[in-house]
Structure formats: C-alpha cells, structure tokens
Antibody, heavy 117, light 108 residues
Framework: QVQLVESGGGLVKPGGSLRLSCAAS????????MSWIRQAPGKGLEWVSY????????NYADSVKGRFTISRDNAKNSLYLQMNSLRAEDTAVYYC??????????WGQGTLVTVPS | QSALTQPASVSGSPGQSITISCTGT?????????VSWYQQHPGKAPKLMIY???KRPSGVSSRFSGSKSGNTASLTISGLQAEDEADYYC????????FGGGTKLTVL
C-alpha cells in the first residue's frame, strides 16, 4: 500500500533553514508528480510546490518562490523540501502528497515546522 | 494565486443532501477540468474525495459527487451521515495549484 512518511520538521529561528524529507513506498515513485502542501495552525490548506517524476518540471506558490526548493531522489524514493529564509508565516504542518491529474491522492501524516515571531 | 471561494460553513440533517460551492475565475476553475475535493477530519491528513471535477477515487462512497459550471465547482453529498462531518476543501489547477478556504460541514 502507498505510504508517505515526512520528517525533518522542528523549531527554527526566523531567517533560518530547514530541510524536510518524505520517504515513499508502495508505488513506483518515479512515475508520479509529488507535492508539498502545508496547513498553518487552525487554517486551511495551502499548496506549496510540486515536482515532476523526472524532476524536469517544478512549480512554486508565490509565497515561497525564491526561498524554498523542491527536489527528489528517485533512487531513494524520497522527496525533499529545502526551506531557507524562514518566516513566522511559514509555521505550519507540511504534508507530502502523491499527485494524480493535479490532485493529491495520498498524503503523509505531516511534519510540523515552527518559526517563532 | 488568489484562493478559491467556499462558504465558511454548511449544515444538514442525516439523510439529507448538501452542496458545497467553490468559486474561482476563468484562469483556474473555469479553464481546467482539474478540480479536486478533500475531506479533513480534525487532527487528520486530508483525504481525496473527487478529482478531475467528478471522478471518485477507489473506495470513496458514491454519495459524494462533483460537478462544474463555468467558474464554479460543486461538491454534493447525498444521504448525509454523521461521519461526513468534517472540513472540505476544493482545489484547482491554475498552472500552479490553488485551494479554497475550506468549508466546515456540520451534521445536525
């Protein structure tokens, strides 16, 4: 069965950096686009970024463009999100998700990133 | 990348049908048949309920259906059940992706 497990969240100072990881199993990882989606405490969902199966195409929300970088290692079945210049408004649970037809059909349990103001 | 517009809350009694709207623009909902809907229970990860406007993933109840007219997509839940009480989010492809603000469904 499809399984996505995020890691790497934690408390980081404003302006700091953090790298999130997502370990995928139960499907042919390289066949799928993958996304990062976040949810601030008590707020709605916000799409962050997606990457194509071959890493040839990436896209980012305006709110993170130039600060976050999505990447993947198909040999390790892993998805990453490098987050730099972190701000208080980046505080959220970050979910890794598998994409089908621009929809997220499987989600991880999420990892919490906290940037104090 | 403005968020899609959803009602903050809807409610219904068990057995009834409810519809949640999701209004975008001609740059997102109106331009692509790539609208998806998610159900989220408190403290849980979201679950995909509808994709490509009206397709249901395997395992999702046929009580859930989706449609679109112009710049507005809709999620209809028929035969409302207590376990349907949750937050619901729409999402549209727009080059990037954009979510709606979410709708809290209360089953009375």
């Amino acid at each position: 069965q499809v399984q996505l497990v995020e890691s790497g969240g934690g408390l980081v100072k404003p302006g700091g950096s953090l790298r999130l990881s997502c370990a995928a199993s139960g499907f042919t990882f390289s066949d799928y686009y993958m996304s990062w989606i976040r949810q601030a405490p008590g707020k709605g969902l916000e799409w962050v970024s997606y990457i194509s199966g071959s890493s040839s195409y990436t896209n980012y929300a305006d709110s993170v463009k130039g600060r976050f970088t999505i990447s993947r290692d198909n040999a390790k079945n892993s998805l990453y999100l490098q987050m730099n210049s972190l701000r208080a408004e980046d505080t959220a649970v970050y979910y890794c998700a598998r994409d089908i037809e621009s929809a997220a059909d499987h989600w991880g349990q999420g990892t919490l990133v906290t940037v104090p103001s | 990348q403005s968020a899609l517009t959803q009602p903050a809350s809807v409610s219904g009694s068990p057995g009834q049908s409810i519809t949640i709207s999701c209004t975008g623009t001609s740059s997102d909902v109106g331009n692509y048949n790539l609208v998806s809907w998610y159900q989220q229970h408190p403290g849980k990860a979201p679950k995909l309920m509808i994709y490509e406007v009206s397709k249901r993933p395997s395992g999702v109840s046929s009580r859930f259906s989706g449609s679109k007219s112009g710049n507005t997509a809709s999620l209809t839940i028929s035969g409302l059940q207590a376990e349907d009480e949750a937050d619901y989010y729409c999402c549209s492809y727009a080059g990037s992706r954009v979510f709606g603000g979410g709708t809290k469904l209360t089953v009375l």
